[in-house]
């Protein structure tokens, strides 16, 4: 008798927090329903239309011939900007990403279109972004909000609940890989670490709705190297007309102590030396002009190099 293809959980939009993330930790996946209002979805579709018409599709097998990857959304989509900063999923990079880092980031986002005739992508997992040598703690938070109907046909993301728990090497068994089937408007949650990969759209090109648009939005430690270059796809000169929490999420705000300082290449004596990234916005972000995280987050980096150093007295 065979078996069952497995099914990822799907929750109500307002399911507590803590339920969510349990549900994350269990399965490295769930989908909740309702999240986005159709109305609101269909206006994301309208308002990125032309930007997705424009892009090319994939170079590779990976890349997808028939899928197209269109990115810089926060410049180019007030509509997504939102969505990044959705509370429920903030929520979840604060369990899943705070513990490891002093702030989580915006690590790309991106609308994928996969369309009639793209065969379904190799199963991977995001993290190997970074390649495969960082063990023992999850890096990334992922999304795609579905601006479509999502299903077995029009290409569904593959997933295969439980996998975060597997080797690098592990294939999946066919009964083993879930899809992510929901309406317009649900969203997708899955780690970086859970093995995934897009879905095959066997529909004909003449089919109603035959596109599948899925808007990805991921997170990651903020001191790991972004895939999305936000500071080329979102300039200064876009981010400072941002919300602070919205600038800062792109990455424009320090992570640690020193970690995203820089020296404006001004004439001598025109600039200040060592800002932290709000600078470029306008800001001084931190507490004075020429700090690098601010004298409190100095302060406890002190405190905790002489916690772990015994008999640490006077700074060097």
Not at 48 to 72: K, N, Q
Not at 105 to 126: K, Y
Not at 204 to 225: F, H, M, Q, V
């Amino acid at each position: 008798m065979s078996q069952s293809a497995p099914r990822l959980t799907h929750l109500p939009a307002d399911a507590p927090a803590a339920e969510i993330a349990a549900v994350l930790d269990r399965d490295g996946a769930l989908i909740l329903d309702e999240a986005l209002p159709v109305a609101a979805a269909d206006a994301l579709v309208a308002e990125l239309r032309p930007y997705v018409e424009a892009t090319a599709p994939g170079r590779d097998s990976f890349t997808g011939a028939r899928t197209t990857r269109t990115g810089a959304l926060v410049a180019r989509s007030p509509l997504s900007r939102p969505l990044v900063m959705d509370a429920r999923v903030l929520a979840l990079c604060e369990a899943v990403l705070k513990p490891n880092c002093h702030r989580f980031q915006l690590h790309l986002a991106q609308v994928i279109r996969i369309m009639p005739g793209q065969t379904a992508q190799a199963i991977h997992r995001d993290r190997w972004a970074w390649g495969r040598q960082m063990t023992g703690i999850e890096p990334q938070v992922n999304t795609i909000w579905a601006l479509t109907d999502f299903t077995a046909d029009n290409g569904a993301t593959q997933v295969i609940p439980g996998s975060q728990t597997w080797p690098d090497d592990r294939k999946a068994r066919p009964e083993e890989i879930a899809r992510a089937e929901m309406r317009k408007g649900a969203v997708l949650i899955y780690t970086g670490t859970v093995f995934h990969g897009g879905g095959a759209n066997v529909l004909g090109p003449g089919a109603p709705d035959a596109d599948r648009w899925g808007l990805n939005i991921t997170y990651s430690l903020g001191w790991l190297r972004q895939e999305e270059n936000m500071y080329l796809s979102c300039p200064p000169e876009v981010a400072r007309t941002l919300e602070p929490e919205l600038a800062a999420m792109l990455g424009y705000a320090m992570s640690n102590y020193a970690l995203g300082y820089f020296t404006p290449p001004l004439p001598p004596g025109e600039g200040p030396e060592t800002v932290p990234p709000e600078w470029a916005l306008g800001t001084k972000g931190a507490d004075a002009e020429g700090s690098l995280g601010g004298a409190a987050l100095l302060e406890q980096v002190i405190a905790r190099a002489r916690q772990k150093t015994p008999g640490a007295g006077a700074e060097a």
